[in-house]
């Protein structure tokens, strides 16, 4: 069985940081894909963040290039988001995904992460971004 958890969610102010972390088990991340989704209430799950493993390749949402990355500890069956520079409008809950391998390629993938259509998904953890 896959489960996946995440932690490091909470409160911080306009500007601050914050770092999550999603522990995997049944599953490793040396193939497939790992992402970071998050979701508002009233509004679709969106992609924040993707690494496609099988051709090494990683992908952010406009909204958050240069102030998140995603990362993978594969020794500790980890991956990460650290968030920099964090705005009000991050505030969501933020859910940690992976996907088996199917295909050496990054797009393939990347099509899943813009449906939000992966195998596995966390319980998700809140964060909040006081203004």
């Known amino acids: 069985e896959v489960q996946l958890v995440e932690s490091g969610g909470g409160l911080v102010q306009a500007g601050g940081s914050l770092r999550l972390s999603c522990a995997a088990s049944?599953?490793?991340?040396?193939?497939?894909?790992i992402a970071w989704f998050r979701q508002v209430p009233g509004k679709e799950r969106e992609g924040v963040a993707l690494?496609?493993?099988?051709?090494?390749?990683?992908y952010y949402a406009d909204s958050v290039q240069g102030r998140f990355t995603i990362s993978s500890d594969n020794a500790k069956n980890t991956m990460y988001l650290s968030m920099n520079s964090l705005k009000p409008e991050d505030t969501a809950v933020y859910y940690c995904?992976?996907?088996?391998?199917?295909?050496?390629?990054?797009?393939?993938?990347?099509?899943?992460?813009?449906?939000?259509?992966?195998?596995?998904w966390g319980q998700g953890t809140q964060v909040t971004v006081s203004s």
């Open positions: 995904a992976a996907n088996r391998h199917v295909y050496w390629s990054g797009s393939y993938y990347y099509t899943k992460w813009m449906r939000a259509d992966f195998d596995f």
């Open positions: 049944g599953i490793t991340f040396a193939d497939g894909a």
């Open positions: 690494i496609s493993l099988s051709d090494d390749t990683t």
